[in-house]
């Protein structure tokens, strides 16, 4: 009987990779599903942290669980690859070590560390990333766990790209003046202020909900033809500065306040508000009644129909208004407010406040019962409008015995700021109220 031996062969790694010894290139062990699993425990931890009470509800602690848990992925990666697979990831150490660390000194220390690390994290995130794709074109040889690691390196490479983008542009901001305007101290931040023309009474428009100044380019120059005239942008937005305090139709109604008195602009003042900007419209002239002369409602919100006790006060978030907050001005950091539209990160983190503190805003617009026989225009768009709306509009201009509601036939919400044929309307409109305060007589 003859026995024929079996001749082992070996099969040398590409050049350039260093496989395991004994690894087999297609994969044993289930690598992929192990990726994928890591990946995903990193991301539920991270949502898990970053909602966590023991985390506080700020920018730097929620991105710290957020860093923390895709740590926890990371780390699960290399600690159960070399336990369950003979494909061992120990690079995954390294981006569980480097987001630990920043996580960790994030809770310790809070904003003022992440103030340097706006600066620091950049760099080193791209080079993470670019050492991470060497070591896993060596040591993984499963096309279906790279097929899922290589999009999420993308990601963190163009992370790094954005953050140090929005980081220099940032800087460079803080350090520039406006061309036409001045920045005024409204207490802990500075709004941006814009005021044309001559005669009274003065005009002070207010933008819609995420606008700026610059959204009223088209009306602003025509009312200036005929008296004084003002915009601004709210904090965050435009060349304001960010607040420290939640932003809501009261405490908006108080910055505006004090900016006018600051920038000795005399009152009282017509006020002009589009969309959400009209609520703020209602809740100034509820608070300081004596400093209005009229209004204008430019297709505005409609405040709440059954206003609450304390609707002139300002609002105190909870908990996950704080935390959705602190996570858009995370998200910011990384550059994406220009892909959504807006000019930065503290744009965007204005914006979506503005709109989840929009609940109280309506609220506090109620605030407003009667304007008694000063003038109030309200301006509706003639297309486009849920159903309600118009009617809605008929209750607002109510609040005043002196009142012109006009339906802007073709124009919709946003074209009569923007088309200017309709923002015309929208100027006519104003410049209605201010001839009807001047000569004390009512609306035609």
């Known amino acids: 009987m003859m026995i024929l031996g079996a001749q082992k062969t070996t099969v040398a790694a590409p050049k350039g990779q260093d496989y395991p010894p004994g ?25 898990l942290l970053a909602a966590a009470p023991f985390i506080p509800a700020t920018e730097s602690g929620v991105t710290a669980g957020i860093l923390l848990g895709f740590a926890l992925g990371w780390a699960l990666l290399a600690v159960l690859s070399v336990r369950f697979t003979d494909q061992p990831q120990k690079w995954a150490l390294g981006p569980a070590l480097f987001m630990g660390l920043g996580g960790l000194l994030l809770v310790v220390f809070g904003a003022p560390l992440q103030e340097v690390l706006a600066w620091l994290w950049p760099p080193a995130l791209l080079v993470l990333g670019v050492w991470m794709i060497v070591r896993i074109r060596r040591q993984l040889p499963s096309r279906s766990a790279r097929a899922l690691l290589y999009p999420v390196i993308a990601l963190l490479v163009i992370a ?42 003065t005009v002070v428009l207010e933008p819609g909900a995420g606008l700026t100044s610059s959204s009223l380019a088209l009306i602003a120059p025509k009312v200036a033809q005929d008296t004084r005239v003002c915009v601004y942008d709210r904090a965050g937005r435009g060349w304001s500065e960010p607040a420290t305090v939640p932003q809501d139709g009261a405490q908006i109604a108080n910055d505006l306040h004090t900016l006018l008195q600051r920038a000795n602009e005399p009152g009282p003042y017509v006020l002009a508000g589009h969309s959400l900007g009209g609520l703020y419209a209602l809740t100034f002239a509820a608070r300081y009644p004596g400093e209005v002369a009229g209004l204008v409602l430019v297709d505005s919100t409609a405040p709440a129909l059954d206003p609450g006790p304390s609707t002139a006060e300002p609002a105190r978030p909870n908990d996950t208004t704080h935390r959705l907050s602190a996570l858009i001005a995370a998200a910011g950091r990384l550059g994406i407010g220009p892909l959504l539209g807006v000019e930065s990160g503290n744009h965007l983190r204005s914006t979506v406040d503005e709109y989840l503190l929009a609940g109280s805003s309506v609220q506090q617009g109620a605030a407003l019962r009667t304007l008694a026989d000063k003038p109030l225009v309200v301006l ?31 124009a919709t919400h946003g074209s009569l700021l923007d088309d200017d044929q309709d923002a015309a309307e929208t100027a006519r409109g104003i410049l209605d109220a201010v001839t009807a305060v001047r000569n004390e007589a009512g609306l035609q």
Do not use: F, Q
């Open 23 to 47: 690894s087999d290139p297609a994969g044993k062990g289930h690598i992929g599903w192990l990726v994928a699993g890591a990946l995903m425990v990193g991301v539920v931890a991270a949502l």
């Open 160 to 201: 790094s790209l954005a953050s140090g983008y929005e980081t220099v542009r940032g800087a460079a901001t803080a350090g520039a003046t406006p061309g036409h305007g001045r920045l005024i101290d409204v207490g802990g931040h500075r709004l941006y202020l814009d005021c044309t023309g001559s005669g009274s009474p």
């Open 380 to 410: 509706t768009a003639g297309s486009g409008t849920r159903p309600g709306w118009t009617e809605s509009h008929d209750a607002l201009a109510t609040l005043s015995t002196n009142n012109l509601h006009r339906v802007v036939d073709g």
